[in-house]
């Protein structure tokens, strides 16, 4: 597999010194073909960045009032911008609105509500603001535990839903183990990132050290991550209250297991669950099953854990031909 491409920890700026160009978010979505622009709502209490097409009817089916809307959720150590290798083509057939969740990126870092269901709310008054009835989800990691979680809480205001990778926290999780198994994946971050103040010291600044160990380890093709994207993720986690921030989701986990284990059964909307050929494609085919009625599990030839930056083409591919 190809090498890990190295970020410079000086990426608070807007621009990379390595000239890679505007990393800012208005910047970002500008650069994108489909008409996207950068925008913020005050919703639920909280502030949220998110990305839309909307505002732009010849480039896109976003300007169009009956293109059906599209929510995209990112997970860490990313932002939006993870999806940027699929948000054009289906621009072409959706309103695609691509949220940095509560703690992510462009949006507000509070001191709490990091639990999946007040981040489910969190997008529901975001699409409530923006006049959105319903929409179809796609979540990655820990955006693929707001979609469930959205799916359960709101299911009026619910399409389909993805979910890339990862699934919702349950009773298992809370049985991983310290030790690392030969074979297995050894997800140690899950018990780092529940550690307060350590992170945020050993981390800050010098935040692309442990991107690049994790692209490393978890993508198959490490370079399909370019140098780019590290910076933009490492100017996103770079400060302190950042690290807070995206270890507060890992923090919020037992609340999360307690609030699957209380919902009265599992969700109706159709769901379908993408995972990665050398990442979670056998977990999520023992696990999704139990989370709803009408589901469906699909290994991503070829990748990682990071499959839309991985592989677009089939991603795309699948949510196109799931979503209609």
């Known amino acids: 597999m190809p090498g890990t491409t190295t970020t410079p920890a000086n990426v608070s700026a807007t621009t990379a010194p390595t000239g890679l160009g ?18 913020h709502a005050e919703v639920n209490g909280t502030r949220l960045h998110y990305v839309d097409n909307a505002d732009n009817a010849d480039n896109g089916a976003g300007g169009d ?24 083509a289906l621009a072409r057939r959706y309103r695609v609105i691509a949220v940095d969740l509560r703690g992510m990126g462009g949006s507000a870092k509070p001191e709490g509500g990091y639990d999946k269901r007040t981040m489910a709310a969190d997008i529901r008054a975001l699409l409530t603001h923006l006049g959105v009835e319903r929409a179809h989800l796609v979540g990655h990691d820990i955006g693929a535990m707001v979609a ?8 009026e205001a619910t399409g389909r839903v993805v979910l890339l ?27 780092f990132n529940q550690v307060h103040g350590l992170p945020e010291q050993l981390l800050a600044g010098r935040y692309h050290l442990l991107l690049d160990w994790l692209f ?6 490490p370079g399909t991550i370019d140098a780019r994207s590290r910076a933009v993720y490492a100017r996103a986690y770079d400060s302190a209250e950042a690290i807070r921030s995206g270890n507060d989701w ?4 037992p609340q999360d297991i307690a609030d699957l284990v209380g ?21 999520l085919r023992e696990s999704v099953p139990a989370l709803g009625t009408d ?11 990071y499959l839309p930056e991985e592989r677009p083409e089939a991603v795309t591919a699948e949510l196109l031909r799931f979503l209609g």
């Open 148 to 155: 469930y979680a959205f799916a359960a809480d709101h299911p």
């Open 263 to 283: 919902r009265a059964a599992p969700v109706d909307a159709p769901l379908l669950a993408l995972g990665g050929e050398y990442s979670n494609y056998e977990v």
């Open 165 to 191: 990778d990862v699934a919702h926290p349950d009773e298992d999780w809370a049985r991983m183990p310290l030790l690392p198994r030969p074979g297995a994946h050894h997800l140690w971050w899950f018990a």
């Open 295 to 305: 589901t469906r599990v699909v290994r991503v030839d070829g990748a990682g854990h």
């Open 250 to 253: 890992y923090r919020a986990f």
């Open 65 to 88: 009032p009956t293109a059906p809307p599209l929510v995209l959720l990112g997970g860490w150590p990313q932002t939006w911008w993870q999806f940027h290798k699929v948000m054009p």
């Open 216 to 221: 490393s380890q978890a993508a198959a093709d």
């Open 22 to 39: 505007p990393l800012d978010d208005a910047s970002l979505a500008a650069s994108l073909d489909g008409g996207f622009s950068s925008h």
